[in-house]
Protein backbone atom coordinates (compact mmCIF):
# COMPACT_ATOMS: atom_id res chain seq x y z
CA UNK A 1 0.00 0.00 0.00
CA UNK A 2 1.41 3.30 -0.81
CA UNK A 3 1.72 6.12 1.56
CA UNK A 4 -1.32 7.81 -0.35
CA UNK A 5 -3.38 5.41 0.22
CA UNK A 6 -2.71 4.97 4.18
CA UNK A 7 -3.48 8.25 4.60
CA UNK A 8 -6.53 7.88 2.87
CA UNK A 9 -6.97 5.01 4.67
CA UNK A 10 -6.62 6.56 7.80
CA UNK A 11 -8.88 9.08 6.84
CA UNK A 12 -12.03 7.53 6.12
CA UNK A 13 -11.43 5.22 9.48
CA UNK A 14 -11.48 8.08 11.98
CA UNK A 15 -14.15 10.21 10.61
CA UNK A 16 -16.85 10.99 13.24
CA UNK A 17 -19.98 11.09 11.64
CA UNK A 18 -21.77 10.89 8.50
CA UNK A 19 -21.09 14.25 7.70
CA UNK A 20 -17.24 14.20 7.80
CA UNK A 21 -17.12 10.48 5.97
CA UNK A 22 -19.13 12.17 3.19
CA UNK A 23 -17.05 15.17 2.88
CA UNK A 24 -13.78 13.18 2.61
CA UNK A 25 -15.75 10.63 0.19
CA UNK A 26 -16.36 14.35 -2.01
CA UNK A 27 -12.74 15.23 -1.48
CA UNK A 28 -11.41 12.15 -3.46
CA UNK A 29 -14.37 10.71 -5.46
CA UNK A 30 -16.75 13.58 -5.52
CA UNK A 31 -17.23 15.65 -8.49
CA UNK A 32 -13.66 17.50 -8.30
CA UNK A 33 -12.33 15.00 -5.68
CA UNK A 34 -8.55 14.21 -6.03
CA UNK A 35 -9.17 10.59 -7.89
CA UNK A 36 -12.18 11.82 -9.95
CA UNK A 37 -9.66 13.94 -11.41
CA UNK A 38 -6.47 12.12 -11.97
CA UNK A 39 -9.04 10.17 -14.47
CA UNK A 40 -9.87 13.99 -15.81
CA UNK A 41 -6.27 14.26 -16.56
CA UNK A 42 -5.59 11.08 -17.91
CA UNK A 43 -6.28 12.00 -21.66
CA UNK A 44 -3.48 14.53 -21.02
CA UNK A 45 -0.90 12.24 -20.27
CA UNK A 46 1.65 10.60 -22.54
CA UNK A 47 -0.19 7.26 -24.21
CA UNK A 48 2.62 4.49 -22.08
CA UNK A 49 1.78 5.70 -18.82
CA UNK A 50 -2.08 6.21 -18.90
CA UNK A 51 -2.82 2.45 -18.47
CA UNK A 52 -0.56 2.43 -15.56
CA UNK A 53 -2.27 5.61 -13.81
CA UNK A 54 -5.30 4.48 -14.81
CA UNK A 55 -5.17 1.53 -13.11
CA UNK A 56 -3.33 2.57 -10.06
CA UNK A 57 -6.50 5.29 -9.88
CA UNK A 58 -8.79 2.75 -10.21
CA UNK A 59 -7.46 0.55 -7.60
CA UNK A 60 -7.41 3.55 -5.25
CA UNK A 61 -11.11 4.09 -6.15
CA UNK A 62 -12.35 0.64 -5.39
CA UNK A 63 -10.43 1.02 -2.03
CA UNK A 64 -12.13 3.87 -1.55
CA UNK A 65 -15.55 2.84 -2.45
CA UNK A 66 -15.28 0.13 0.10
CA UNK A 67 -13.94 1.74 2.80
CA UNK A 68 -16.82 4.44 2.71
CA UNK A 69 -19.48 1.28 2.62
CA UNK A 70 -17.70 -0.38 5.49
CA UNK A 71 -16.81 2.89 7.62
CA UNK A 72 -20.39 3.77 7.12
CA UNK A 73 -21.90 0.59 8.39
CA UNK A 74 -20.28 0.80 11.38
CA UNK A 75 -20.70 4.17 12.10
CA UNK A 76 -24.74 3.41 11.35
CA UNK A 77 -24.37 1.20 14.13
CA UNK A 78 -23.07 3.50 16.69
CA UNK A 79 -25.42 5.38 15.84
CA UNK A 80 -28.19 2.48 16.14
CA UNK A 81 -26.76 1.98 19.53
CA UNK A 82 -27.05 5.23 20.89
CA UNK A 83 -30.57 5.34 20.18
CA UNK A 84 -30.87 2.52 22.08
CA UNK A 85 -29.23 3.58 25.24
CA UNK A 86 -31.33 7.10 24.91
CA UNK A 87 -34.39 4.95 24.59
CA UNK A 88 -33.28 2.33 27.04
CA UNK A 89 -35.83 2.44 29.96
CA UNK A 90 -34.66 1.51 33.49
CA UNK A 91 -37.47 -0.53 35.01
CA UNK A 92 -35.57 -0.01 38.46
CA UNK A 93 -36.70 3.48 38.45
CA UNK A 94 -39.14 4.72 40.79
CA UNK A 95 -42.71 5.31 38.89
CA UNK A 96 -44.16 8.77 38.20
CA UNK A 97 -47.13 9.38 40.30
CA UNK A 98 -50.33 9.18 38.90
CA UNK A 99 -53.20 11.42 40.45
CA UNK A 100 -56.42 10.41 38.99
CA UNK A 101 -59.54 12.57 39.40
CA UNK A 102 -62.48 11.81 40.61
CA UNK A 103 -65.82 13.31 41.12
CA UNK A 104 -66.94 16.18 43.40
CA UNK A 105 -68.74 14.68 46.46
CA UNK A 106 -71.67 16.92 45.21
CA UNK A 107 -71.62 15.04 42.07
CA UNK A 108 -71.64 11.99 43.91
CA UNK A 109 -74.31 13.13 46.35
CA UNK A 110 -76.90 14.34 42.86
CA UNK A 111 -75.65 10.69 41.17
CA UNK A 112 -77.26 8.70 44.30
CA UNK A 113 -80.51 11.06 44.82
CA UNK A 114 -81.02 10.44 40.89
CA UNK A 115 -80.35 6.77 41.38
CA UNK A 116 -83.02 6.78 44.25
CA UNK A 117 -85.72 8.47 43.00
CA UNK A 118 -85.26 6.90 39.37
CA UNK A 119 -85.98 3.57 41.39
CA UNK A 120 -88.80 4.95 42.51
CA UNK A 121 -90.35 5.66 38.98
CA UNK A 122 -89.08 9.58 38.85
CA UNK A 123 -87.94 11.02 35.96
CA UNK A 124 -85.10 13.37 36.20
CA UNK A 125 -85.38 16.71 34.07
CA UNK A 126 -83.76 20.20 34.12
CA UNK A 127 -84.85 23.33 33.72
CA UNK A 128 -82.43 26.91 33.01
CA UNK A 129 -80.55 28.80 35.81
CA UNK A 130 -81.03 32.01 34.62
CA UNK A 131 -84.59 32.44 34.80
CA UNK A 132 -86.74 35.06 34.65
CA UNK A 133 -89.20 36.70 37.16
CA UNK A 134 -92.55 34.94 36.16
CA UNK A 135 -91.40 31.02 36.63
CA UNK A 136 -89.29 31.87 39.37
CA UNK A 137 -91.92 33.93 41.20
CA UNK A 138 -95.44 35.37 39.41
CA UNK A 139 -96.67 31.69 38.33
CA UNK A 140 -95.88 30.07 41.56
CA UNK A 141 -98.39 32.47 43.16
CA UNK A 142 -95.76 34.83 44.49
CA UNK A 143 -96.66 38.38 42.72
CA UNK A 144 -94.70 41.42 42.58
CA UNK A 145 -95.33 42.97 45.91
CA UNK A 146 -95.82 40.21 47.74
CA UNK A 147 -94.45 39.84 51.00
CA UNK A 148 -93.05 36.42 50.43
CA UNK A 149 -90.80 37.51 47.97
CA UNK A 150 -88.11 38.60 50.99
CA UNK A 151 -87.80 34.53 51.25
CA UNK A 152 -85.43 34.63 48.54
CA UNK A 153 -82.83 37.24 48.21
CA UNK A 154 -82.81 37.53 44.60
CA UNK A 155 -79.58 38.33 42.10
CA UNK A 156 -81.51 40.39 39.42
CA UNK A 157 -79.79 40.60 36.14
CA UNK A 158 -79.79 43.45 33.32
CA UNK A 159 -81.79 43.45 29.84
CA UNK A 160 -79.93 41.13 28.05
CA UNK A 161 -78.63 42.82 24.82
CA UNK A 162 -78.78 39.93 22.20
CA UNK A 163 -82.65 38.56 21.63
CA UNK A 164 -80.76 35.61 20.11
CA UNK A 165 -78.53 34.76 23.52
CA UNK A 166 -79.90 32.17 25.81
CA UNK A 167 -80.54 35.30 28.01
CA UNK A 168 -82.37 36.95 25.54
CA UNK A 169 -84.52 33.76 24.94
CA UNK A 170 -84.99 33.71 28.64
CA UNK A 171 -86.61 36.52 28.66
CA UNK A 172 -89.20 36.83 26.34
CA UNK A 173 -92.40 37.19 26.97
CA UNK A 174 -94.37 33.83 27.96
CA UNK A 175 -97.39 32.38 27.65
CA UNK A 176 -99.20 33.31 24.20
CA UNK A 177 -98.06 37.00 24.65
CA UNK A 178 -100.17 37.18 27.83
CA UNK A 179 -97.51 36.79 30.31
CA UNK A 180 -95.05 40.32 30.23
CA UNK A 181 -92.58 39.70 32.95
CA UNK A 182 -89.90 38.95 31.53
CA UNK A 183 -87.08 40.08 33.79
CA UNK A 184 -84.30 38.01 34.55
CA UNK A 185 -82.51 36.74 37.24
CA UNK A 186 -80.60 34.18 38.71
CA UNK A 187 -82.72 31.10 40.06
CA UNK A 188 -83.45 31.33 43.65
CA UNK A 189 -84.90 27.63 43.59
CA UNK A 190 -85.55 25.33 40.85
CA UNK A 191 -89.65 25.56 41.67
CA UNK A 192 -89.42 27.26 38.67
CA UNK A 193 -89.16 23.90 36.69
CA UNK A 194 -92.15 22.83 38.07
CA UNK A 195 -94.05 25.29 35.94
CA UNK A 196 -92.36 24.93 32.60
CA UNK A 197 -92.30 21.31 32.85
CA UNK A 198 -96.59 20.76 33.44
CA UNK A 199 -96.65 23.15 30.23
CA UNK A 200 -95.27 20.50 28.27
CA UNK A 201 -96.76 17.63 29.86
CA UNK A 202 -99.73 15.81 31.23
CA UNK A 203 -100.25 13.89 34.49
CA UNK A 204 -100.40 11.96 35.55
CA UNK A 205 -96.18 12.32 36.20
CA UNK A 206 -93.18 11.92 38.85
CA UNK A 207 -89.99 14.16 38.33
CA UNK A 208 -87.51 15.48 40.15
CA UNK A 209 -85.20 18.50 39.29
CA UNK A 210 -81.89 18.64 40.36
CA UNK A 211 -80.29 22.07 40.05
CA UNK A 212 -78.07 24.79 41.14
CA UNK A 213 -79.81 27.93 42.87
CA UNK A 214 -78.48 30.77 43.67
CA UNK A 215 -79.34 33.69 46.73
CA UNK A 216 -78.42 37.03 47.02
CA UNK A 217 -77.29 36.78 50.58
CA UNK A 218 -74.42 37.04 53.45
CA UNK A 219 -73.07 33.59 53.48
CA UNK A 220 -71.91 31.51 56.98
CA UNK A 221 -71.74 27.60 57.20
CA UNK A 222 -75.06 27.18 56.34
CA UNK A 223 -75.53 29.34 53.74
CA UNK A 224 -73.47 30.34 49.93
CA UNK A 225 -74.68 32.20 47.28
CA UNK A 226 -74.88 28.98 45.52
CA UNK A 227 -75.97 25.68 46.08
CA UNK A 228 -77.80 23.08 45.19
CA UNK A 229 -81.61 21.62 45.44
CA UNK A 230 -83.55 18.92 44.13
CA UNK A 231 -87.22 19.19 43.24
CA UNK A 232 -89.67 16.99 43.36
CA UNK A 233 -93.37 17.08 41.88
CA UNK A 234 -95.73 14.51 41.46
CA UNK A 235 -98.93 15.48 39.78
CA UNK A 236 -102.40 12.90 39.25
CA UNK A 237 -106.09 12.29 40.09
CA UNK A 238 -105.68 11.54 43.82
CA UNK A 239 -101.93 12.17 44.39
CA UNK A 240 -101.76 13.30 48.73
CA UNK A 241 -99.50 13.81 51.44
CA UNK A 242 -99.48 10.70 52.80
CA UNK A 243 -97.94 9.63 49.57
CA UNK A 244 -95.46 12.22 49.88
CA UNK A 245 -94.59 10.88 53.25
CA UNK A 246 -93.92 7.91 51.82
CA UNK A 247 -91.77 8.66 49.04
CA UNK A 248 -89.76 11.26 51.38
CA UNK A 249 -89.18 8.39 53.82
CA UNK A 250 -88.59 5.94 51.39
CA UNK A 251 -85.77 8.01 49.95
CA UNK A 252 -83.97 9.48 53.41
CA UNK A 253 -83.84 5.71 54.36
CA UNK A 254 -82.39 4.34 51.26
CA UNK A 255 -79.74 7.33 50.96
CA UNK A 256 -78.75 7.23 55.06
CA UNK A 257 -78.86 3.27 54.72
CA UNK A 258 -80.88 3.30 58.10
CA UNK A 259 -84.30 3.93 59.22
CA UNK A 260 -84.69 7.79 59.81
CA UNK A 261 -87.06 9.11 61.46
CA UNK A 262 -89.26 12.04 59.61
CA UNK A 263 -91.87 14.61 61.20
CA UNK A 264 -93.87 16.77 59.74
CA UNK A 265 -94.64 20.48 60.73
CA UNK A 266 -96.66 23.67 59.33
CA UNK A 267 -94.58 25.61 56.47
CA UNK A 268 -95.15 28.24 54.50
CA UNK A 269 -94.25 28.43 50.75
CA UNK A 270 -97.04 30.65 48.31
CA UNK A 271 -97.42 27.65 46.23
CA UNK A 272 -97.93 25.51 47.84
CA UNK A 273 -101.23 24.29 50.08
CA UNK A 274 -101.38 22.90 52.96
CA UNK A 275 -97.51 23.55 52.96
CA UNK A 276 -94.82 21.97 55.25
CA UNK A 277 -91.20 21.51 56.11
CA UNK A 278 -90.15 17.93 56.54
CA UNK A 279 -87.70 17.42 59.68
CA UNK A 280 -85.37 14.59 59.97
CA UNK A 281 -83.70 13.25 62.44
CA UNK A 282 -80.92 10.92 62.89
CA UNK A 283 -80.84 10.29 66.90
CA UNK A 284 -84.56 10.75 67.30
CA UNK A 285 -83.36 13.97 70.01
CA UNK A 286 -82.01 16.82 67.05
CA UNK A 287 -84.78 17.29 64.70
CA UNK A 288 -83.20 19.17 61.57
CA UNK A 289 -85.28 20.75 58.92
CA UNK A 290 -84.26 19.46 55.94
CA UNK A 291 -87.27 19.98 53.02
CA UNK A 292 -89.67 22.06 52.29
CA UNK A 293 -92.88 20.42 50.51
CA UNK A 294 -96.62 20.59 50.43
CA UNK A 295 -99.65 19.99 47.85
CA UNK A 296 -99.45 21.99 44.74
CA UNK A 297 -101.53 25.17 45.14
CA UNK A 298 -104.32 25.73 42.74
CA UNK A 299 -103.29 28.59 40.96
CA UNK A 300 -99.67 26.88 40.02
CA UNK A 301 -102.09 24.39 37.98
CA UNK A 302 -104.29 27.37 36.78
CA UNK A 303 -101.10 28.97 35.85
CA UNK A 304 -100.00 26.39 33.48
CA UNK A 305 -103.66 25.53 32.00
CA UNK A 306 -104.44 22.48 34.25
CA UNK A 307 -107.57 22.27 35.28
CA UNK A 308 -107.07 22.31 39.85
CA UNK A 309 -110.17 20.50 40.08
CA UNK A 310 -109.57 17.31 38.80
CA UNK A 311 -105.70 17.14 39.46
CA UNK A 312 -103.83 16.96 42.59
CA UNK A 313 -99.63 17.00 43.40
CA UNK A 314 -97.58 17.54 45.50
CA UNK A 315 -94.25 19.39 45.23
CA UNK A 316 -90.57 19.47 47.50
CA UNK A 317 -87.92 21.07 47.49
CA UNK A 318 -84.38 19.26 49.31
CA UNK A 319 -81.27 21.17 49.78
CA UNK A 320 -78.62 19.00 48.34
CA UNK A 321 -75.65 20.48 49.77
CA UNK A 322 -77.33 20.16 53.13
CA UNK A 323 -78.10 16.47 52.66
CA UNK A 324 -74.21 15.69 51.58
CA UNK A 325 -72.93 18.23 54.86
CA UNK A 326 -75.10 15.50 57.05
CA UNK A 327 -74.32 12.49 54.93
CA UNK A 328 -70.56 13.04 55.03
CA UNK A 329 -70.23 14.81 58.47
CA UNK A 330 -69.40 18.34 57.03
CA UNK A 331 -70.09 21.78 59.25
CA UNK A 332 -69.51 24.27 56.53
CA UNK A 333 -71.04 24.49 53.06
CA UNK A 334 -68.88 26.90 51.64
CA UNK A 335 -66.14 23.89 51.61
CA UNK A 336 -67.99 22.05 48.59
CA UNK A 337 -66.65 25.66 46.56
CA UNK A 338 -64.06 26.71 47.67
CA UNK A 339 -61.89 23.94 45.47
CA UNK A 340 -59.52 23.51 48.27
CA UNK A 341 -57.84 20.31 46.99
CA UNK A 342 -57.43 19.33 50.72
CA UNK A 343 -61.02 18.98 51.18
CA UNK A 344 -61.40 17.35 47.57
CA UNK A 345 -59.43 14.62 47.94
CA UNK A 346 -60.73 13.20 51.21
CA UNK A 347 -63.85 11.85 48.60
N1 LIG B 1 -88.70 26.20 46.52
C1 LIG B 1 -88.74 26.16 47.95
C2 LIG B 1 -87.52 26.87 48.47
O1 LIG B 1 -86.56 27.02 47.79
C3 LIG B 1 -88.81 24.76 48.50
C4 LIG B 1 -90.09 24.09 48.16
C5 LIG B 1 -90.20 23.36 46.99
C6 LIG B 1 -91.18 24.19 49.00
C7 LIG B 1 -91.41 22.75 46.70
C8 LIG B 1 -92.36 23.57 48.70
C9 LIG B 1 -92.47 22.85 47.56
O2 LIG B 1 -87.47 27.30 49.61
Same mark, same amino acid.
Given at each position: ????????????????????????????????????????????? @?????????? #???????????????? !?????????????? #???????????????????????????????? !?????????? @??????????????????? @??????????????????????????????????????????????????????????????????????????????????????????????????????????????????????? @??????????????? !? #??????????????????????????????????????????????????????????????????
Amino acid at each position: MTPKEETILKELREAQSFKALEELYKKYLGKKGEITLIFRELKNL @PKEKRAEIAQ #KANALKGLVEKEFKLK !SEILKKEAEKQSFE #KEKIDITLPGKKIIPGHLHPLTKILREIEEIF !SQMGFEVVGG @PEIENEYYNFDALNIPKEH @PARDMWDTFWLKEPKNPKSPEGVASRPYGAGKIQNPRLLLRTHTSPVQLRYMEAHEPPFRIIVPGRCFRHEATDAYHDVQFYQVEGLMVGKDVNLANLKAIVSEFLDIFFKKKIKIRFQ @PGYFPFVEPGLEVLI !S #KDGRKWLELIGAGMVHSNVFKAVGYNPRNLQGFAFGLGLDRLAMLKYKINDIRLFYGGDLRFLEQF
